[in-house]
Nanobody, 124 residues
Framework: VELVESGGGSVEAGGSLGLSCTFS????????MAWFRHIPAKAREAVAT???????YYLDVVKGRFTISEDNAKKTLYLQMNNLKPEDSAMYYC???????????????????WGQGTQVTVSS
């Protein structure tokens, strides 16, 4: 399974960006799919997850601003990011795991499939 992200870019604080992650190959439907972000010198952190039952998780600092969703027909995972802040600047990655339990307390080491990442830069 190959994951390909798109949609990153530069935006001013308060703006919005939408990220997409297209899955190729099989299976499309993984038990847990997630968006992580990585800032240099910091650990990769999960910002949102969605499991195969539709359950979602959000990092506290993005709740109310980010929305994770999926389109089964397009085999695509999305992350809509609104009211962006400079501290949201990072490389964003989509990832997939084989067990929905990983969606509850997502850790990067539990996810075996990753995209190449897309950069998000928010200026103040």
């Amino acid at each position: 399974v190959e994951l390909v992200e798109s949609g990153g870019g530069s935006v001013e604080a308060g703006g919005s960006l939408g990220l997409s992650c297209t899955f190729s190959g099989t299976p499309w439907k993984n038990s847990c799919m997630a968006w992580f972000r990585h800032i240099p010198a910091k650990a990769r952190e999960a910002v949102a997850t969605i499991d195969d039952l539709g359950g979602t998780y959000y990092l506290d600092v993005v709740k109310g601003r980010f929305t994770i969703s999926e389109d089964n027909a397009k085999k695509t995972l999305y992350l809509q990011m609104n009211n962006l802040k400079p501290e949201d600047s990072a490389m964003y990655y989509c990832a997939a795991a084989d067990d929905r339990v990983y969606c509850r307390h997502p850790q990067a080491y539990d996810f075996g499939r990753w995209g190449q990442g897309t950069q998000v830069t928010v200026s103040s």
